[in-house]
């Protein structure tokens, strides 16, 4: 059975730093494509970043681009978000997601954790 389980969420002040984790199990890790996503209430689910199955290759949405590294260590079986710089915009529910293909796309991911809350304080 595949399990997702994000960690790290939490509240903080606007212009600071958090780091979330998902540790996965029952599935081959190193051969899925990480990527993490996020649902503020009312809003759908988007797209944050992912990364290969190596780490060497990494993306990210616009909104985010320069102040959140994504990161994994196949060994542990985990992905992380490091989050700097937050802003209030950037509250919501942070899920991560794996896919054998990867990308932006909503689709391509096979399995969910259940999420973890950030919320960002002005």
């Known amino acids: 059975q595949v399990q997702l389980v994000e960690s790290g969420g939490g509240l903080v002040q606007a212009g600071g730093s958090l780091r979330l984790s998902c540790a996965a199990s029952?599935?081959?890790?190193?051969?899925?494509?990480m990527g993490w996503f996020r649902q503020a209430p009312g809003k759908e689910r988007e797209f944050v970043g992912a990364?290969?199955?190596?780490?060497?290759?990494?993306r990210y949405a616009d909104s985010v681009k320069g102040r959140f590294t994504i990161s994994r260590d196949n060994a542990k079986n985990t992905v992380y978000l490091q989050m700097s710089a937050l802003k209030p915009e950037d509250t919501a529910v942070y899920y991560c997601?794996?896919?054998?293909?990867?990308?932006?796309?909503?689709?391509?991911?096979?399995?969910w954790g259940q999420g973890t809350q950030v919320t960002v304080s002005s």
């Open positions: 997601g794996a896919a054998t293909t990867g990308g932006s796309e909503l689709r391509n991911y096979k399995y």
């Open positions: 029952g599935l081959t890790f190193s051969g899925y494509v």
């Open positions: 990364i290969g199955w190596t780490g060497s290759r990494t």
